[in-house]
């Protein structure tokens, strides 16, 4: 039961061009969102995140786009650079407003996103 | 960051040996959460803690142990080890239970 799916194992983009990455969920419990980036042999590093109040937020180059309607998540990069090739996993949560929460996220499986010189 | 990190970073060992991964941080973070990550599975929680002695199972704990008798470490135990765990191990922390979480660099597990 995959309640994080990013469908595009793979992605390629040019440099300075636009990089957006998809993510879809099933819980409508999910209510705060993450992304992670990902290089070979390190850890995943914390990118961007947004609440289920927004359906927008911005950091530099980095914007993350919430449509609850349609529990979709996407990441857009703009624009791209090639120090930006890596894995990228969408992650998503409960807020701990019940108690029990205690910030267990579900992660996606990935998308590899090269960008070409 | 260097605020977490793991030991070992790699090991190899034999079915059936039990098996102790460390994570300690040095953040004062009361949440921490041991995930395994696998090919075409992303990362999956196999264990968190939500405080010194609080801790509770994931979506893959089976044959999987943890203790915290400090804040800062996070041990994950192996009591026999089989070739399903070779992976990938992370821990992570986090300051609240709704913040973002930082990742250590990772233990690479063989269990040949």
């Known amino acids: 039961d995959q309640q994080v799916k990013q469908n595009s194992p793979s992605l390629s983009v040019q440099e300075g061009r636009i990089s957006i990455l998809n993510c879809d969920y099933t819980?409508?419990?999910?209510?705060?969102f993450l992304w992670y980036k990902k290089y070979p042999a390190e850890g995943p590093t914390f990118l961007i995140s947004?609440?289920?109040?927004?359906d927008k937020n911005e950091d530099g180059r980095f914007t993350v786009f919430l449509n609850k309607s349609a529990k979709h998540l996407s990441l857009h990069i703009v624009p791209s650079q090639p120090g930006d090739s890596a894995v990228y996993f969408c992650?998503?949560?409960?807020?701990?407003?019940?108690?029990?929460?205690?910030?267990?996220?579900?992660f996606g499986q990935g998308t590899i996103l090269t960008v070409h010189p | 960051d260097a605020g977490i990190t793991q030991s070992p970073r790699h090991k190899v060992t034999e079915t059936g040996t039990p098996v102790t991964l460390r994570c300690h941080q040095t953040?004062?973070?009361?949440?921490m959460y041991w995930y395994r990550q696998d090919p075409g599975h992303g990362l999956r929680l196999i264990h968190y803690?939500?405080?010194?002695?609080?801790?509770d199972k994931g979506e893959v704990s089976d044959g999987y142990s943890v203790s915290r008798s400090k804040t800062e470490d996070f041990l994950l135990t192996l009591e026999s080890a089989t070739s399903s765990q070779t992976s990938v191990y992370f821990c992570?922390?986090?300051?609240?239970?709704?913040?973002?979480?930082?990742f250590g660099p990772g233990t690479r597990l063989t269990v040949t």
């Open positions: 992650a998503a949560g409960v807020s701990n407003a019940g108690g029990t929460s205690y910030g267990k996220l579900t």
């Open positions: 819980n409508s419990m999910f209510d705060y």
């Open positions: 947004i609440s289920s109040i927004k």
């Open positions: 953040e004062n973070h009361r949440y």
């Open positions: 803690s939500y405080g010194v002695k609080d801790t």
């Open positions: 992570a922390m986090s300051l609240t239970s709704s913040a973002e979480q930082y």
